[in-house]
């Protein structure tokens, strides 16, 4: 039963490993302006938390752009990265 599930463990993490950077999916996450007081709620820090789960987690399937402050990127992306 273990080297059943060891086998399967190790065929998932082959297939995993085998998607191409070209296949990577861009992220951007966007954090809006303090609309709360001190300790209230810090929406910078949970989308620098979200983006390094994500740049940790996922390294191999996405890019992670953080764009913080209410602040829009100051480079715009290619077309070829734009999905909605």
């Not at 999916?25 to 979200?50: D, F, Y």
């Amino acid at each position: 039963m273990k080297q059943h599930l060891l086998l399967g463990a190790l065929a998932l993490c082959g297939g995993l490993a085998a998607v191409h950077a070209a296949d990577k999916k861009n992220v951007l996450l966007i954090a809006g302006r303090p609309s709360h007081g001190p300790g209230e709620h810090e929406h910078n820090a949970g989308i620098q938390l979200l983006a390094a789960g994500l740049k940790q987690g996922a390294s191999g399937l996405v890019d992670v752009d953080v764009s913080l402050g209410g602040k829009w990127p100051s480079r715009r992306p290619s077309p070829r990265r734009i999905r909605s």
